[in-house]
């Protein structure tokens, strides 16, 4: 149940919707299989396997986007129509022309789609009503978009906004490197990326290695900037920070994951428990981690 990444929005503080109507919204949009002529489905999915769209607990929620494709790569369909083509090529004595190739590989397209394999994944989402914050476990904006897309679709009033800070997170990343040393309750450790700002877009990464060293001031100087960094939180979370203010390769250390393990005996408490152990921490580690970066910028809603 631990989060791996994290997208990062603001919702109202307090986000003003009851439990009970958010499990009736969420409701409108459920998840249902890929239809065999559709190439894509999605729809919300019990994060728990109860039955509820909405799991929760502490007053923290979690719900989850379930999204099945069907994978019908362009090259299988391009080869198919090619061969059709040349079928009437040799009935007609002409190649088809540029439409009818068009409507070749869609006509392919639909043919083969019943047949194609499905991949189906999960997308979870945190939301704290109280303290506003809404997170995605999303590699990518894109990926979040496609929750947050559906979220607008299924919810009445959906009065989200991203996080704003007073310094951005290179600046902020590039002074932590020029100085040596994390903001306070964070360290910097042996991961990150710089890159240049000119045409050619040089980069310099830096993989298990010490960022002390004069080269990377030197990099700096030279006007590279840095675009991910890796930090760790207060001896609990490490995590690496990118320019846009996304949170990947979150890893909760094992003295967390310990503890969880230590308040549950069977799978059902072990869920709670790694759920109520990682809220309560990421609550902890955001308003420090806004902190380190100048402090939010809280615009009027």
């Known amino acids: 149940m631990w989060f791996r990444n994290l997208q990062i929005y603001r919702l109202p503080t307090p986000w003003n919707i009851d439990l009970a109507a958010l499990e009736e919204q969420l409701g409108r949009g459920p998840f249902v299989p890929c239809p065999s002529n559709e190439p894509l489905s999605r ?16 007053r923290q929620w979690l719900f989850a986007l379930a999204v099945e494709q069907r994978l019908l790569p362009s ?7 090619q061969e059709r083509a040349e079928e009437m090529e040799a009935q007609q004595g002409y190649k ?19 047949r194609a394999f499905t991949r189906r994944r999960k997308t979870f989402v945190w939301a704290d009503p109280a303290a506003g914050w809404l997170c995605v476990d999303a590699a990518s904006p894109a990926k979040a978009e496609e929750v947050l897309e559906h979220l607008r679709w299924s919810l009445d009033d959906f009065p989200l906004a991203l996080v704003k800070t007073q310094l951005s997170p290179t600046s902020a990343m590039a002074d932590w490197l020029a100085s040596g040393e994390g903001p306070a309750g964070f360290t910097i450790d042996r991961d990150c990326e ?24 030197d990099h700096l100087a030279s006007g590279k900037l840095p675009t991910r960094l890796a930090l760790t939180w207060a001896d609990r979370i490490s995590f690496i920070l990118t320019e846009k203010l996304e949170i990947k390769r979150l890893t909760f250390l094992d003295l967390l ?30 308003p420090d981690l806004l902190e380190a970066l100048g402090g939010e910028i809280i615009e009027a809603q």
Do not use: C, I
């Open 75 to 81: 090259s299988v369909v391009n080869q198919v129509a």
């Open 43 to 58: 729809g919300w999915v019990s994060p728990r396997g109860d039955g509820a769209l909405v799991h929760s607990l502490n």
């Open 194 to 217: 710089l890159k240049a700002v000119g045409e050619e877009k040089a980069a310099v990464r830096y993989v298990r290695h010490p960022l002390e060293g004069s080269d990377v001031k």
């Open 96 to 114: 088809p022309g540029r439409k009818q190739m068009k409507e070749l590989r869609e006509r392919v397209a639909e043919e083969l789609m019943p």
């Open 257 to 286: 994951k310990e503890e969880a393990e230590k308040n549950a005996e069977v799978a059902d408490e072990q869920f709670d428990a790694d759920f109520a152990l990682m809220t309560g921490e990421l609550a902890r580690f955001l």
